[in-house]
Every structure is written in structure tokens, then in C-alpha cells.
């Protein structure tokens, strides 16, 4: 629930957490608590991202998508490709003209360069038009070494979406 208590503290009015695990999910709640942002006033889903996306009729001014690595190998790199772009694709279809896509992605295997790819080619397939605002990967307190590039697995695209 990191990025959802962050949406919360930021002053996000009314934050929707998915997330597949039940126990990710009753945490992000508990953390609402401990940071004194009533969970009630909030919604806590545990479902699958993309079932979720597809069925919702909601529109957000902000939509996070944050999944646990689709490479675990690099063999699995079309296939994570594949499912960024799937992922990317509905969640464009739940902003808002006018607002915001954050997209991060923590797969060693998958350069930036192809991660924003997936981008593109979502805002193609939903004939939105998207800004990157900002590329991001990891702060200073994790840094990497120069001759290893899998190190620099963080990947944190923000896009305005038109």
C-alpha cells in the first residue's frame, strides 16, 4: 500500500487499493490507520489487477500500476511484454482526459527503453495521446554499478493522458 498511502497523505480524496494478495491488501488497511487516514473513507480490494481494470466503470484522475516482476528470467521477457502492454491498455482506459498514468515496473529483464515501448503501444491501441512527464529509476540510496544494467531494475514512468 505504499503508493496508496502516499495518494491518501498527498491529499487523494478517495484512494482504491488492488491487489491480488488479501494480506497486502489488510496491510495497506492497517497502514491507512497508523497514519490516521480513516480506511473507511477508502476502498480495499483484493482481486486481480487485471479483472478489476476490465469490469470497472470507474474513472480516476490518478492510476498507479505497480505489479510484482512479470520477468523472473529472461526467457520470460515476451511474455511480460506482453502482459505490461495488456495491463497498460486498461488501466489508460480508466483515466481521466486530463490525468495521470504512473507505471513502474521492478523486472531486471526488461530494459527501460522496451518497458516504455509497452506505453506507447497501449496508448496506440486506445488512441490516447500521452506525455512522459517523468522516467525514473532508482534514488541514490540504491545504487548500482555501472557494468551491471540488471541492477538498474526501477522502472517509474509518469505520462499525462489526453
Avoid: W
Amino acid at each position: 500500500g505504499g503508493f496508496s498511502i502516499a495518494a491518501a497523505l498527498g491529499g487523494a480524496r478517495r484512494v482504491v487499493s488492488v491487489d491480488r494478495a488479501a494480506p497486502a491488501i489488510e496491510t495497506a488497511r492497517r497502514t491507512f490507520v497508523e497514519n490516521d487516514i480513516a480506511p473507511d473513507a477508502h476502498e480495499f480490494l483484493a482481486a486481480d489487477m487485471f479483472a478489476y481494470l476490465a469490469e470497472t466503470t470507474q474513472r480516476f484522475e490518478l492510476v498507479i500500476v505497480d505489479p510484482p516482476s512479470f520477468a523472473k528470467a529472461a526467457r520470460d521477457v515476451p511474455n511480460a511484454l506482453a502482459a505490461y502492454r495488456e495491463l497498460h491498455r486498461l488501466a489508460l482506459n480508466t483515466v481521466e482526459k486530463g490525468g495521470l498514468l504512473a507505471a513502474a515496473s521492478c523486472s531486471s529483464h526488461v530494459p527501460e527503453t522496451d518497458f516504455i515501448a509497452t506505453l506507447v503501444s497501449a496508448g496506440e491501441r486506445c488512441r490516447r495521446r500521452l506525455r512522459i512527464l517523468e522516467v525514473f529509476g532508482q534514488p541514490a540510496d540504491h545504487p548500482t554499478l555501472p557494468a551491471f544494467p540488471e541492477g538498474r531494475y526501477l522502472k517509474f514512468v509518469l505520462l499525462a493522458v489526453d
